[in-house]
């Protein structure tokens, strides 16, 4: 199994930046592509970005695309999410994900593909 906790959540003024991680533990966190996804209270959960295993290929959501940026350190078991003009709309628990095929694509976007999920961090994001 993967364990995954994130951090760097928190409120921040609309404009603003934050940057959330997320420490990987357990099996070998190198080997599975990651994900961040968001969920605000009442609404589905949505895809934000992901990462394939070895950093290659990087997928993000068109509504973050320019603003976010996501990467991985797999020296260190992290995978982080830098949040830049963050706008009311992004308000929501971050999570992060792993995805053990392999593989990679278009697929990652989809939540269910994902093994391992994190609790979540809070960002809140005021106008």
């Not at 760097?8 to 994900?35: K, P, Q």
Request: charged share 20%; hydrophobic share 35%.
């Amino acid at each position: 199994q993967v364990q995954l906790v994130e951090s760097g959540g928190g409120l921040v003024h609309a404009g603003g930046s934050l940057r959330l991680s997320c420490a990987a533990s357990g099996r070998t966190f190198n080997t599975y592509n990651m994900g961040w996804f968001r969920q605000a209270p009442g609404k589905e959960r949505e895809f934000v970005g992901a990462i394939t295993w070895s950093g290659g290929n990087i997928y993000y959501a068109d509504s973050v695309k320019g603003r976010f940026t996501i990467s991985r350190d797999n020296a260190k078991n992290t995978v982080s999410l830098q949040m830049n003009s963050l706008k009311p709309e992004d308000t929501a628990v971050y999570y992060c994900a792993a995805e053990g095929s392999r593989f990679g694509g278009r697929y990652l976007i989809e939540a269910d593909e994902y093994d391992y999920w994190g609790k979540g961090t809070l960002v809140t994001v005021s106008s």
